[in-house]
């Protein structure tokens, strides 16, 4: 009996463990590689320059009613959190309830007197038809008629314009962000477009500076900054420019603007910042600064290759790039093949390949 059961038993035991090779084969090539990145950021063969600013709220808005009329209520003050829709304040909805019923009443009107002028003319038009009526007769009411139907769409503009005010008397947060100023109090007397509130939106902060002509073409979007607030301990903060003017104004000073990375607590619109900008070198060929170890060696096609992260995809492509002039540290000038913003595999090189699925170190 147990020689023909052993062979059996040694079959099954060799598929299962077949299986168990299989399945473990399968999910090793199912994990995906982590990377450690670098984001392309400071151009080779820079210089930095430092410029003062102030800090100001990346989206900032001046809220005002679009009506005129007297405030019954204001539910925030300065320095209040608000989210998207909540209602700041409200003015008096009485006299523009009352402008509404008005509108309304004059509509009515204005509907009764073009029904009877329709009326009029259908009576005309079928007793000149009939012969008892001159054309004379019938062209007065039709211009009759053709006034009253004027009458009516005035009427309901007017209806339409006094609901749209009354809806306009709650003025309402149009994102989430902070009061950074109230200049209105309850039972005050507002007109339409008067500047009630200043609000700025939760989270990006930008510095605003002024950039002489004469090296603003040496800036390069998306660089790497440091950002300096002498009145917030431990900022020494990192940001991006973000815009570059096109335009020289004042003092030949072009506007620029760099948006922090990290909002750190204590940083408020206003204060003052200083800004270490990298300048490009007006001699030297353009490009960025990369870590050594993001690059891998080259081939007939090119003389590197680097691997440049796809956020949307989650994966690796395989860029040629061009060696530029320039050593700072651990970093080398690379100089084509990559942008600003770029975020590439900075170590374990060798072990990516071209279109290969990753995650991001921590992920």
């Known amino acids: 009996m147990f020689r023909i059961t052993t062979p059996l038993i040694l079959l099954a035991a060799f598929g299962l463990s077949a299986c168990e090779e299989d399945t473990e084969v399968a999910e090793a090539e199912e994990r995906i590689r982590a990377i450690k990145t670098f984001t392309v ?28 009329g007297t405030t019954a209520k204001v539910s925030v003050s300065a320095g209040d959190t608000v989210q998207a829709g909540e209602v700041l304040a409200e003015l008096d909805p009485e006299p523009l ?12 009107s204005a509907q009764a007197t073009y029904d009877e002028k329709q009326t009029a003319v259908d009576r005309q038009r079928t007793l000149f038809k009939k012969g008892w009526l001159a054309k004379a007769g019938l062209d007065q009411a039709l211009a009759a008629f ?13 209806l339409a314009a006094t609901e749209r005010d009354l809806s306009k008397a709650m ?37 605003d500076l002024s950039v002489p002509d004469t090296i603003v073409g040496r800036i390069a979007p998306g660089a790497a900054v440091s950002i300096n607030v002498a009145t917030v301990p431990g900022c020494g903060c990192e940001g991006r420019i973000t815009e570059i003017g096109v335009a020289s104004g004042v003092a030949n000073a072009v506007q620029v603007k760099a948006v922090l990375s990290d ?9 003052s910042a200083e800004v270490e900008l990298p300048l490009t070198s007006s001699t030297e060929k353009a490009g960025f600064l990369i870590p050594l170890t993001a690059i891998s060696p080259g081939d007939d ?14 994966v690796v492509q395989k860029t040629a790039v ?21 975020i590439v595999a900075s170590a374990g090189v060798s072990f990516l390949r071209d279109g290969q699925t990753v995650k991001l170190l921590g992920e």
Do not use: H
């Open 41 to 68: 950021a400071q151009p080779a063969g820079s210089q930095t320059r430092s410029f003062s600013g102030a800090l100001a709220a990346a989206a900032t808005s001046s809220l005002s009613f679009s009506v005129g």
């Open 97 to 108: 309830t009352l402008d509404v019923e008005e509108a309304q009443s004059k509509l009515a």
């Open 146 to 158: 053709e006034v009253a139907t004027g009458e009516v769409n005035v009427a309901r503009s007017r």
């Open 171 to 207: 003025l309402t947060a149009p994102f989430d962000g902070v009061i950074a100023s109230r200049d209105v109090e309850p039972f005050q007397e507002v007109s339409a477009g008067q500047a009630l509130f200043q609000i700025n939106a939760n989270g990006a902060m930008e510095v």
């Open 263 to 271: 909002v750190r607590n204590g940083i408020l619109p206003g204060m």
């Open 301 to 314: 096609q090119a003389q590197g290759y680097v691997f440049v992260f796809d956020q949307d995809q989650r």
């Open 322 to 342: 061009t060696p530029g002039q320039g050593v700072l540290e651990n970093l080398v000038a690379v100089s084509s093949g990559i942008d600003a913003g770029d």
